[in-house]
C-alpha cells in the first residue's frame, strides 16, 4: 500500500491507529533542553541544602514565612498561616528527588504541627496547607491516617461553600459581603481527590461549581483575572470587582493569573471537560503575549505595575507559571505544547541563575530570592517565599519527569 492510501486507510477505518500515531509524533516533537536536567539536578541538590539550613533556624513549633537578607531576620508563622503545608510539601519534593532521610523526618515532623488545621473551617486555604503537605506525603507513602486528615480537610473547606453564590468563600468579612479570590482555584485539587476516595460527589460538585462561577466573573475579555469578586451571600449577585494584592482594580496581579492558570489547568485534569483547557490556554495566552512579560519570563509582580521596567519581578509567580504549563503541555497540540515548554525552560533557566537562585547559605536557606507578598501591605516585598520554592521544585520534578 503507498504510504498516502494507507493514511486514507487509517483515517477512515482506523481512527484509534491514527490516533495514536498523532500521540506518538507529538512525543517526538517533544524533546529536552539537554542542558538544562544537569542544572535542575545541581538545583535538587542545592535546594536539599539550603532546605536543612532552613530546618536548623526554624524553631520547633513554627513554619517558615520569609527572610530579610538585609537584616538578616527570619519571619516565622504558626500552622494557621495560608503557607504552613508548602514547607513540608517542599521537603518531600526533595526527599524524592534526594532520598536523603533527614527531609523525609523533617516533613513527618512538620505534619505533626499541621494536622489540627484539618478542623479550621475559617480559611479557603487549606488546598494549599493539606493537599500540597499530606497530599504529598500520601502520594509517597498512603497511610490511612493521612486519608483521614485529608478527607477531614476537604469537609471543612466545602463547609465554606454557598450554593446561592456557587462558590467556596475565600475571605470572612463584614456581613453583606461574599469575597473570593482567584487563588481559590487553588484549593479545588483537594475537593476533587476527596470524591475520588470517598465516593462522595458533593466534593467534585462543589468544586466544578466553584470554578464556572469563576469563570463566569473573575475574568475580563483578555482573559486577566480580578483578584477579588465580592458577591451578594443572599442573591449571589457580583457586588463589586477589586484587588487586594495587586497594583490596581483593573490591573492583571500576576500571581493571580499564575493561579488561575493552574487553576483551570487542573480543573482540566480532573474532568476532562474541554471548556477547563480552553480556558486555561487562555490564560496561558494572556501570560506568555503580554507586553509586559521581561525576555526571562520573570513576570513583574503585577503585569501593569507602576514603574516598569524598573517594578519588582515576583519569582512565586514565576514558579507558578512554569509548574502549569508543563502540565498544560501534555494537553494541548504539538505547537501549544511547544511554546509552552519553551517558555518553562527559559523561566527555569533564569531562575537557576545567580539573580533569583540564593548562593549556597545565604537566603536564610530558602531556595529563590525576589518574591513579592502583598505589596499594597508593604509585607514580604522582594524576599524570600515558601510558595516560590514549592512550585520551583514541583516544576523542575514535572519538567525532569516529562523525559522519563
Ligand atoms: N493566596 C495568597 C497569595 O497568593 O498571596
Sequence with gaps: MRRSSFFLFCALYCPTLLCLSCIAQKNSNARPAKDLLPIIEKNFTDAAAQYKLLTKNLPADKFPKTFFPTTGQYEFSGSGWWCSGFYPGTLFYLYEQTKDPALYAEAVRALQLLEKEKNNTTTHDL?????????????????????????????????????????????????????????????????????????????????????????????????????????????????????????????????????????????????????????????????????????????????????????????????????????????????????????????????????YKAAAGTNGGFILQHGVGHMPNKTEVDTPLTYADYYFVEAMERYKKLWK
Aim: aromatic share 12%.
Design 127 to 355: 488546598g494549599f496547607m493539606m493537599y500540597c503537605s499530606f497530599g504529598n506525603a500520601n502520594k509517597m507513602a498512603p497511610k490511612p491516617e493521612y486519608k483521614e486528615i485529608l478527607l477531614t480537610s476537604a469537609k471543612s473547606l466545602a463547609s465554606r461553600f454557598n450554593p446561592k453564590v456557587g462558590c467556596i468563600k475565600s475571605w470572612d468579612s463584614k456581613p453583606g459581603d461574599y469575597l473570593v479570590i482567584i487563588d481559590n482555584m487553588m484549593n479545588l485539587e483537594l475537593l476533587f481527590w476527596a470524591t475520588k476516595v470517598s465516593g462522595d460527589s458533593s466534593f467534585y460538585k462543589i468544586a466544578v461549581t466553584h470554578a464556572n462561577t469563576t469563570m463566569k466573573n473573575h475574568f475580563r475579555a483578555d482573559f486577566s483575572s480580578y483578584h477579588v469578586i465580592n458577591y451578594n451571600p443572599v442573591t449571589g449577585e457580583v457586588q463589586q470587582k477589586r484587588t487586594a494584592q495587586g497594583a490596581a482594580d483593573e490591573s492583571a496581579w500576576a500571581r493571580g493569573q499564575a493561579w488561575g492558570l493552574y487553576g483551570f489547568t487542573v480543573m482540566y485534569r480532573e474532568t476532562k471537560d474541554v471548556k477547563y483547557l480552553e480556558q486555561a490556554k487562555h490564560i496561558a495566552n494572556f501570560i506568555i503575549h503580554h507586553p509586559n512579560l521581561p525576555a526571562d519570563k520573570i513576570p513583574y509582580w503585577d503585569f501593569n505595575a507602576p514603574g516598569i521596567p524598573d517594578a519588582l519581578r515576583d519569582a512565586s509567580a514565576a514558579s507558578i507559571i512554569a509548574s502549569a504549563l508543563i502540565e498544560l503541555s501534555s494537553y494541548t497540540d504539538p505547537e501549544s505544547s511547544k511554546e509552552y515548554l519553551d517558555i518553562t525552560e527559559t523561566i527555569l533557566r533564569s531562575l537557576s541563575a545567580v539573580k
